[in-house]
Structures are given as structure tokens and as C-alpha cells.
């Protein structure tokens, strides 16, 4: 965030940036749940909502993608390096919405730590 200070704020910009941690919210919460309604299994939750779940994930990879444009960070369609994060996310939400194999989202699991723990060295990188 520390590059929005270099942004020229208008409503729009201020409530573009506040659209990803809101979907990164509605995700947590479509995943967890209302406090108190404890699922019979996560593991049949976890399946039951992964729809929902990836598409909120792919949603998120747009959201990504189209900040330092809509932020004034980056001239319009000028690639930057976040725009791979935001591709590695895409991808990981297209699979999750694609496989129902319970391998290959302990994969994808593992895929999206080291996508948002790479996440702040691109950030920083592009600083």
C-alpha cells in the first residue's frame, strides 16, 4: 500500500482500493462461514463452497491486475510485475474451479502461500 501515496485520490481510486480487501473478505467468509455455524465437515463445506470460493479468486486476480492502471501507478496497459501475481492467482482460481481432486487443491494450497508470500518481493521490486 505504500505506493498509494503516490496516487492522485479520487472517490473511484479510493474505492477501487478498497475493493480487494473486500472480495479477500467475502472469500474468508464464503470459505469459513457465520461465527457459530460450525459445518459437520470442512472437508464437505470446503467442496460444497469452492465454486463460490474460486470465482471470488478470480475476481480478485482482476482486481490485482487492473490496480496500478485504474491507481494512476502504471500508464494504461503497461505490463508491471505485479501482473504476474496476478496471472499466478487467475490460474490458481481457474484449476480450483476446474479439479474437484482433493491432491491437487492441497497443491494449489501450497501454490497460493508462496504466490501471496511472493507477492511483497514483486511489490518491492517494482517500488
Known amino acids: 500500500m505504500w505506493r498509494f501515496s503516490e ?3 479520487t472517490p473511484i481510486r479510493f474505492l477501487w482500493a ?3 480487501p473486500a472480495s479477500l473478505y467475502i ?3 464464503v470459505l469459513l462461514g457465520n461465527s457459530g455455524d460450525e459445518p459437520d465437515s470442512y472437508y464437505d463445506h470446503f467442496y460444497a463452497k469452492r465454486r463460490v470460493f474460486f470465482s471470488i479468486g478470480a475476481i480478485v486476480a482482476v ?3 487492473l490496480t496500478p492502471w485504474v491507481q ?3 500508464p494504461w496497459f503497461e505490463p508491471g510485475p505485479i501482473h504476474i501475481n496476478a496471472a499466478f492467482v487467475g490460474s490458481i482460481s481457474l484449476l480450483g474451479l476446474w479439479f474437484r481432486n482433493p491432491t491437487i487443491h492441497g497443491v494449489l494450497a501450497v501454490l497460493s502461500f508462496i504466490s501471496a508470500a511472493s507477492a511483497f518481493f514483486i511489490i518491492r521490486i517494482a517500488a
Open 18 to 20: 478498497l475493493a480487494l
Open 63 to 65: 482486481l490485482i491486475a
Open 7 to 9: 496516487v492522485a485520490w
Open 72 to 74: 494512476g501507478l502504471l
Open 27 to 29: 472469500r474468508a467468509t
